[in-house]
Each structure stands twice: as structure tokens, then as C-alpha cells.
């Protein structure tokens, strides 16, 4: 089954609001990653976070991990149209190299 | 640097019919190769990964398989497609945990 699983499903917001995103996952893991697919074009990846981390930022991209509870969320500030996006987490359980995405969150920025 | 090619970029293909998807990497050596489907609006599924030549792990079964004749060619195959076989399909290559993406192959199957 597949291992991350993330909500909302589907967000709408205004430019310049602050989107956040969750995701959730069930094993032990090294790292969660969150990854960016424009409509109809390959993942490219936004930014890693190690388990021993709770917090890392990245421009206007702020993730955070809860190894206890298992989940992590993604915070894009000043939302801008061009944010418009699927966005997915992806992690490996610890000593695969399996890579499993979650469902991914479809994000509308209305300009 | 290093880039990844996927081929071809679109496929319309009658069910019955094989299928042959190619993915290249570049400037890089002794990667660990991805194919992910993605059906319509929805998350990725991973189907295969390799970690070197000849060694493929195959996630999902179903009427596809993969090869790794070369260290950096990932070759996902079909000898009979299925309608369900339709979908996006991502080749991808991992470094230091981060996975780097083709553009992918859509296949429709009619």
C-alpha cells in the first residue's frame, strides 16, 4: 500500500496567502522529501528533511517532521500564481531504496 | 551535470500491442534507476526500481517489466498492453536520497 497519504486533496487559495500542506506516513524513515509536478511534466524535488531534523526552510518553503506522529507539512508562504501545482511527499522506510509518494495536494493560486 | 532523457513523450498504443519505454541518465554513474506510473489526477505508483545492471525489484505485479541493460538505461517493457496499462509514466534517478525526474512518457492505450 502506499505509504504516504496527504491532505487536503485540493486547495484554493488567494495570492499572497499562506498554503499548508500535510502528509503522513508509516514506517521508520531517513528522510521525507516534498516534490513539485507542474501539470503533465516530471516531479521536481523541492526540499529534503533528515529524521533527526524538525524543521528546515527554503526560500518562501518551510517543511516540518514529527517522527512520533509520523508526518510532516509543508508551508509555502506569499503564495504566488505561479505556485499552482500538485505537490507530494515521498519517503524510503529506513534501509530501502524505495521511494513511495503520497497522494499529493493540488494547489490553486487565484492571481 | 546530470540529465535524464525518457522517450518517447507520447504513445498511443491499441491494447494487445507491446510497449517499450526508454530512460536514459547522463553524467552520472552506477544510479538507482525508478519507473513510477501516475493515472489521471492522482499520486505516483512506483513499479520498478534497480540498484545496478541485471538487478531489477519489481513493487507491483502486473503485464510490465523492466531491464537494466546498461548502468544508466532503464527500459520499461510490455509484450501485450492492457487497457489499464494507460497512464503517465516516470522514469527517475536517485542521489544522496533525492529522486531527479524525465519528463515522462504518456501512454494511452485504446
Known amino acids: 500500500s502506499q505509504q504516504g497519504e496527504e491532505d487536503p486533496q485540493a486547495l484554493s487559495i488567494q495570492e499572497g496567502e499562506n498554503a499548508t500542506m500535510n502528509c503522513s506516513y508509516k514506517t521508520s524513515i531517513n528522510n521525507l522529501q516534498w516534490y513539485r509536478q507542474n501539470s503533465g511534466r516530471g516531479l521536481v524535488h523541492l526540499i529534503l528533511?533528515?529524521?533527526?531534523?524538525r524543521e528546515k526552510h527554503s526560500g518562501r518553503l518551510r517543511v516540518t517532521l514529527d517522527t512520533s506522529k509520523k508526518s510532516s507539512s509543508l508551508l509555502i508562504t506569499a503564495s504566488r500564481a505561479a505556485d499552482t501545482a500538485s505537490y507530494f511527499c515521498?519517503?524510503?522506510?529506513?534501509?530501502?531504496?524505495?521511494?513511495?509518494f503520497g497522494t499529493g495536494t493540488r494547489l490553486k493560486v487565484l492571481a | 551535470s546530470q540529465t535524464i532523457h525518457q522517450w518517447p513523450a507520447t504513445l498511443v498504443q491499441p491494447v494487445g500491442s507491446p510497449l517499450s519505454l526508454e530512460c536514459t541518465v547522463e553524467?552520472?554513474?552506477?544510479?538507482?534507476l525508478y519507473w513510477y506510473r501516475q493515472a489521471a489526477g492522482r499520486g505516483l505508483q512506483l513499479l520498478f526500481y534497480?540498484?545496478?545492471?541485471?538487478?531489477i525489484s519489481s513493487e507491483v505485479p502486473q503485464n510490465l517489466s523492466a531491464s537494466r541493460p546498461q548502468d544508466r538505461q532503464f527500459i520499461l517493457s510490455s509484450k501485450k498492453l492492457l487497457l489499464s496499462d494507460s497512464g503517465f509514466y516516470l522514469c527517475?534517478?536517485?542521489?544522496?536520497?533525492?529522486?531527479?525526474f524525465g519528463e515522462g512518457s504518456r501512454l494511452t492505450v485504446l
Open positions: 527517475a534517478w536517485a542521489r544522496s536520497g533525492e529522486l531527479f
Open positions: 515521498a519517503t524510503a522506510a529506513s534501509g530501502t531504496y524505495k521511494y513511495i
Open positions: 553524467g552520472t554513474s552506477n544510479p538507482n
Open positions: 534497480s540498484v545496478g545492471i541485471g538487478q
Open positions: 528533511i533528515r529524521s533527526n531534523e
